[in-house]
Every structure is written in structure tokens, then in C-alpha cells.
């Protein structure tokens, strides 16, 4: 008796003097890049795919993790994988844009992402950083608390992926390859998808959508946690379910204040978690999933539809129908985006930035340049500060690493060069130039961007994007930002803290970071249309000057160009 009492507290002594490293493990996984046919949307086409899935798999890892993730690339195309969000601390070379961080994986290739989830947990996505892949190459990431750590909010009882995507009738490719020759804008998509189903289509015979729609399914009076990604392309979404309520609780792998909702809004690249307690009368209710768009610009405004069904219903009990925002619903949008703060507890503090040591203004927006050869004599481009990001053909982060010249330049402007009414009519001949610049930063230094909308053809709202860190979303207004006064309402005790955010349109935001990884780091519009048109820049981050401070040497297998 007394013996085991003597065990046991042994055991406990041995429990606690065990760190934390030891219960993290190294999760592998093989992502074969194959071509599969697909039938979707009363059409079949062959498409990039992992594993011959769309979404490809989801990736399962716990914080404190290493994550290896093989990829074999069996298709003609060149082929890179992002992890969205990943904060990828000193290994930059496992980030994926494509020319950015690494050389493109070539046809018969293969390469080795190699990652530790660091201070992270929630919900990310993976997916292909080269041309427009992303439209069928993207899947989930789960990054669940370190053994034995709870959730700050109640267990739920189950919990369920849901990656929203786009798609196109069309091979996605050729629709680039088009616009670029026409300088032309490409075309939008044919509906948006949830787990890859679009739910019934208008004029789509229905032996392509009898099964189509995507079912939840749930036992009455439990609760669920929903781990959205919006994956689409050139999409921001909005995602209702008739009847009931979703609890955000973390945004981009960050926990926040649980805010109650009826409507998750989510720009491409961003991703939630939220709860959802089947507390209604047992039924079927629609998942309706719509774009947002409050500007002259086209964009697919197909409703992708699936099905919350509780356990134990008939098969074909009619469903509850929800009304799905207006498409140009911007107080929704403005809504959820004041509802989000970090959770700010002492186990999970936000480290706001709280002095500033580069202060940055970049105007970002879409505008026409000459083109000769093209349809119009003009092409769309799009820039940050004037200039429209050329991608070079060696990637930036060995530039960097191995101090190549010639490949970019370090003077990528902190301010517009000239200011103007940016959200006003805009002054004419206001060209971009091409150019490959990048910001520098030292290590460890703090970073405030303000991103300014502006509206040289029409404004529009930018879900903007940047690797390698999380920053923190401290203001945001309609209107040209102005350094005078709106600094003063600034929320630097519990912003939302995030990867991805919305530049509002004909408005701003501002971000604040720390510089606190070495590295390239890409910052782009996360609407693929933008960013081929050349909304996108890289900050480059020093090593410091501490042992763990600089940046891993490349692996082995890295692709060459
Ligand atoms: Cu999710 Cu640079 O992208």
C-alpha cells in the first residue's frame, strides 16, 4: 500500500520532470502530385490533384510537432506547396512560393517540406504557390493543442473539416495563359464548393449533383467544432447555416474571444474555427456559401449549397432554407471583422507590437498599363507603392542566403512616391513600374504596414497575406488613413491576430508584426488575379545575432531552377 503510493508519486515526479519536446512527435506524409479526372459541374476535365483528391488531404499535427511532408511531382507542371500560415521559424525553405523561398519542383522530382509547428494551434491550409494550382491543390491543416493541453473553451463533442474552394468548367491554366496574353482580366469561375461539392447548379443534369452536395452530420444537442478554410481562388465568402449560430474561437491558428455569429465571413487563405451546438428541432438545414463583392467588378455569384442534417431524420425531409448575405453586404463584413479579438488570457497573451521601429504606408491597388500586343493596347497589373512585383527566375530566399547579385534590388519603397487622394478619383498617367524589390528588416526589429486601398480603376477589398508571421490587426477605417489622428484609436491590447486580413474597400488596415524570423517573406493580395497582376512585395529579415537566430541552412534536396 504504502509501496505503490510511493510509485505513484514517483511516477508523478517523473511526469512533470518530462519536457514538454518529448511528447511531440514527427508526422509524415506523401503528397503524390497526379493528374485526375474529374466530374463536376455537368463537365469532366483531367486536374493537378494530390493524391488523386480535391481538397487533397488533411494534414493532422499537434503544436510542438515536426511535420515531413514528401512531395512527388508525377505531372508536366512545375509544382510548389505553400503551408498557409505555418510560421516555418527559421525554415523559410519549407514555405513553398514558388521562385520566392525555392526553385519550382520539376516533372520526376520530389522535395521535403520540413516544419515544427511552433506557438500555433487551430486550423491553416496548404496549397500549391506556382501559377493558378491553387484551384485544385489545396487541403487542410490541423494543428491540435500539445497532449494533454484543453482547448480554452469547452470540449466539443465533434469536430469537422470544411474547406470551401472555387472552380472552373474550364482548365484553370488556359484561363491564365489567356488573360495574360490578352492582358484581359481572366475568367471568373462557375461556382464555389464545399469539400469540393457545388451542391446542385442550375443546369446541371443532376446525375452530376444527386450526390453532389456536401452533408454534416450531427446528433441533436451536441456541439461541434467547425474548422472552415476558405480555399477559394479569387473568392472572399461568406458562410451561413439556416437556423443557427457559430461561435468563433480562433482565427488563422490564433485563439480569440468567442464571438457569436450567423455569418462566418472568410477572404481566400483565412481560416476559423467555430462551435456549432445542434440545438434546433431535428432536421435538414442549408450551408449556403456566397461570394462577397461591394465594387463594379464581375466575380461568380453561384451559391454553393450543402446540408447540417441531425441523426435519425428521413432522407428526404425538406430543408430549412437561409437567406444568404447581399452580395455587396459590406456592414456583414465590417461586423465580423470588429467581433474578432485575440483571447488575450495569460496562457495565450497577444505580444502587440507596442513601439514601432519601421513605420510603412503601401497603397495597393489594380490599375492599366500600355501593352502593345495586347486585346485593348493596355494590360490589368496591379502594385504595391507603384510598383508591379516581377517574380525573378532564381528564388529570392538563395539570392539572399547565398548573396547572389543581381537578382533583386533592396530599395522596395516604405511610402507611395507620390501621395494623392487615394481613395478619391485618381490622377491620370499614375503608371507602375516592374521591378523585384524588397523591404529589409533587421532582426527582431517591429513593423507597422498600413495598407491603403486605392481605387485607380475601382476600389476593391484585398484579402492581403503574409508568410512567416502572424501580425496583429490594429486599426482600420474607411477613407485615406490619416497619420494625424488615426493612430489614437488603435486597439494595442487585443487585436485579432492573423496571416490574412481585408483591406477594406476604398479604405485601410493597419498590421502590426515583430521581424522575429530570418528569412524572405512574401507579402501578397491572397486573390490570385491580383497577384498575378503583381500585387505582392518580400520583406527580407536578417539573422540576429543569438544562437538561435538565423536561418537553417537549405536542405539537401532543394529544387533547382
Ligand atoms: Cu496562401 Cu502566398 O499564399
Not at 353 to 361: G, I
Not at 479 to 502: A, H, I, W, Y
Not at 507 to 527: E, K, M
Request: proline share 9%; aromatic share 10%.
Amino acid at each position: 500500500m504504502g509501496d505503490s503510493r510511493f510509485r505513484s508519486m514517483l511516477l508523478l515526479v517523473i511526469v512533470v520532470l518530462v519536457p514538454a519536446s518529448v511528447h511531440s512527435a514527427v508526422r509524415k506524409y506523401t503528397f503524390n502530385v497526379v493528374s485526375t479526372n474529374t466530374t463536376r459541374l455537368c463537365s469532366s476535365k483531367s486536374v493537378v490533384s494530390i493524391n488523386g483528391k480535391v481538397p487533397g488531404p488533411t494534414l493532422y499535427a499537434r503544436e510542438g510537432d515536426n511535420v515531413l511532408v514528401r512531395v512527388h511531382n508525377h505531372v508536366p507542371n512545375n509544382i510548389t506547396i505553400h503551408w498557409h500560415g505555418v510560421r516555418q521559424l527559421r525554415t523559410g525553405w519549407s514555405d513553398g512560393p514558388a521562385y520566392v523561398t525555392q526553385c519550382p519542383i520539376q516533372s520526376g522530382q520530389s522535395f521535403l517540406y520540413n516544419f515544427t509547428l511552433t506557438g500555433q494551434r487551430g486550423t491553416l491550409l496548404w496549397h500549391a504557390h506556382i501559377s493558378w494550382l491553387r484551384a485544385t491543390v489545396y487541403g487542410a491543416i490541423v494543428i491540435l493543442p500539445k497532449k494533454g493541453v484543453p482547448y480554452p473553451f469547452p470540449k466539443p463533442d465533434g469536430e469537422k473539416v470544411i474547406v470551401l474552394g472555387e472552380w472552373w468548367r474550364a482548365d484553370v491554366e488556359s484561363v491564365v495563359k489567356q488573360a495574360t496574353m490578352t492582358g484581359l482580366p481572366p475568367n471568373i469561375s462557375d461556382s464555389h464548393t464545399i469539400n469540393g461539392h457545388p451542391g446542385p447548379v442550375a443546369g446541371c443534369p443532376s446525375i452530376f449533383t444527386a450526390r453532389a452536395g456536401y452533408s454534416l452530420q450531427v446528433a441533436s444537442g451536441k456541439t461541434y467544432l467547425l474548422r472552415i478554410v476558405n480555399a477559394a481562388v479569387n473568392d472572399e465568402l461568406f458562410l451561413k447555416i439556416a437556423g443557427h449560430k457559430l461561435t468563433v474561437v480562433e482565427t488563422d491558428a490564433a485563439y480569440t474571444k468567442p464571438f457569436t455569429t450567423d455569418t462566418i465571413f472568410l477572404g481566400p487563405g483565412q481560416t476559423t474555427n467555430a462551435l456549432l451546438t445542434a440545438d434546433q428541432t431535428a432536421g435538414k438545414y442549408t450551408i449556403a456559401v456566397s461570394p462577397f463583392m461591394d465594387t463594379v467588378v464581375p466575380v461568380d455569384n453561384v451559391t454553393a449549397v450543402g446540408f447540417l442534417r441531425y441523426k435519425g431524420i428521413q432522407p428526404f425531409s425538406p430543408p430549412h432554407l437561409t437567406a444568404t448575405p447581399p452580395i455587396n453586404a459590406t456592414a456583414v463584413t465590417a461586423a465580423f471583422a470588429s467581433g474578432l479579438r485575440s483571447l488575450n488570457s495569460p496562457n495565450y497573451p497577444a505580444a502587440v507590437p507596442q513601439t514601432v521601429d519601421h513605420s510603412l504606408l503601401f497603397a495597393i491597388g489594380v490599375g492599366v498599363n500600355p501593352c502593345p500586343t495586347c486585346v485593348n493596347g493596355t494590360k490589368t497589373v496591379a502594385d504595391i507603392n507603384n510598383v508591379s512585383f516581377v517574380l525573378p527566375t532564381v528564388a529570392l530566399l538563395q539570392a539572399h542566403y547565398f548573396k547572389l547579385q543581381g537578382i533583386f534590388t533592396d530599395d522596395f519603397p516604405a511610402n507611395p512616391p507620390s501621395p494623392y487622394n487615394y481613395t478619391g478619383n485618381p490622377p491620370a498617367n499614375l503608371q507602375t513600374t516592374n521591378g523585384t524589390k524588397v523591404y529589409r528588416l533587421g532582426f527582431n526589429e517591429t513593423v507597422e504596414v498600413v495598407l491603403q486601398g486605392t481605387s485607380l480603376i475601382a476600389p476593391e477589398s484585398h484579402p492581403i497575406h503574409l508568410h512567416g508571421f502572424n501580425f496583429f490587426v490594429v486599426g482600420k477605417g474607411l477613407g485615406n488613413f490619416d497619420k494625424g489622428k488615426d493612430p489614437s484609436s488603435f486597439n494595442l491590447v487585443d487585436p485579432v491576430e492573423r496571416n490574412t486580413m481585408s483591406v477594406p474597400t476604398a479604405g485601410w488596415t493597419a498590421i502590426r508584426f515583430r521581424a522575429d524570423n530570418p528569412g524572405v517573406w512574401f507579402l501578397h493580395c491572397h486573390l490570385e488575379v491580383h497577384t498575378t497582376w503583381g500585387l505582392k512585395m518580400a520583406f527580407v529579415v536578417e539573422n540576429g545575432k543569438g544562437p538561435n537566430e538565423s536561418i537553417l541552412p537549405p536542405p539537401p534536396d532543394l529544387p533547382q531552377c
